[in-house]
C-alpha cells in the first residue's frame, strides 16, 4: 500500500512538472461605457510579455460577460446563465474553438493597452481598454446553442 502511495505521489509530481505554464487569470474587469449593441471595459491581464498579457485581459473580459455579468453596464447579468463549470463543460467545443482558435477576435473592436506593462513579480500586468461588440456576442452563443433566445 505504501509503494502504491509513494508512486501516485512521483506520478502526481511528473505530470504537474511537465504541465504547460498557466497564466493566472484575473477578474479586474470594470465598466467603463456602452452604445448600440458594444461595451467598453477596462480589464487587467497578467503575462510573462505585453502581448501575452493584453490576450489575458481580452480573455478576462469576455469571461466576465459570460459568467458574471458587469455591474453599472448594461450587461449587469452574465450572458450565460449557468455555472462556469458546468457551461465549459457542457459546450467544450464551443469554448475551444472561441479561445484556442481566437474566434473571441471577432467580437472585439478594439483593444488599446491603457497603460505600460507593470512588473507584479513572476509575471507583468497591464490595463487595457477593450470594446466588445455584445450584440454580435449574443447571437453567436444563441446560433451554437449555448443560449437561448433573448439570453434565457
Given at each position: 500500500?505504501?509503494?502504491?502511495?509513494?508512486?501516485?505521489?512521483i506520478l502526481?509530481?511528473?505530470?504537474?512538472?511537465?504541465?504547460?505554464?498557466?497564466?493566472?487569470?484575473?477578474?479586474?474587469?470594470?465598466?467603463?461605457?456602452?452604445?448600440?449593441?458594444?461595451?467598453?471595459?477596462?480589464?487587467?491581464?497578467?503575462?510573462?510579455?505585453?502581448?501575452?498579457?493584453?490576450?489575458?485581459?481580452?480573455?478576462?473580459?469576455?469571461?466576465?460577460?459570460?459568467?458574471?455579468?458587469?455591474?453599472?453596464s448594461e450587461?449587469?447579468?452574465?450572458?450565460?446563465?449557468?455555472?462556469?463549470?458546468?457551461?465549459?463543460?457542457?459546450?467544450?467545443?464551443?469554448?475551444?474553438?472561441?479561445?484556442?482558435?481566437?474566434?473571441?477576435?471577432?467580437?472585439?473592436?478594439?483593444?488599446?493597452?491603457?497603460?505600460?506593462?507593470?512588473?507584479?513579480?513572476?509575471?507583468?500586468?497591464?490595463?487595457?481598454?477593450?470594446?466588445?461588440?455584445?450584440?454580435?456576442?449574443?447571437?453567436?452563443?444563441?446560433?451554437?446553442?449555448?443560449?437561448?433566445?433573448?439570453?434565457?
Open positions: 500500500m505504501r509503494t502504491f502511495s509513494k508512486g501516485i505521489f502526481f509530481l511528473i505530470i504537474s512538472s511537465c504541465s504547460h505554464r498557466l497564466t493566472p487569470t484575473t477578474a479586474k474587469v470594470n465598466y467603463l461605457s456602452s452604445s448600440d449593441g458594444t461595451i467598453t471595459m477596462r480589464a487587467i491581464g497578467n503575462g510573462e510579455n505585453q502581448q501575452e498579457a493584453i490576450t489575458n485581459a481580452e480573455k478576462n473580459s469576455f469571461e466576465v460577460l459570460f459568467f458574471r455579468g458587469l455591474p453599472g450587461q449587469k447579468i452574465a450572458l450565460i446563465g449557468i455555472n462556469e463549470t458546468e457551461a465549459k463543460q457542457k459546450y467544450q467545443s464551443y469554448f475551444d474553438k472561441f479561445y484556442n482558435e481566437q474566434r473571441y477576435k471577432t467580437f472585439l473592436l478594439s483593444s488599446i493597452p491603457a497603460n505600460n506593462l507593470m512588473n507584479n513579480g513572476r509575471y507583468k500586468s497591464i490595463a487595457v481598454d477593450i470594446k466588445i461588440n455584445v450584440t454580435a456576442l449574443r447571437k453567436d452563443l444563441e446560433q451554437f446553442n449555448v443560449i437561448r433566445k433573448f439570453g434565457y
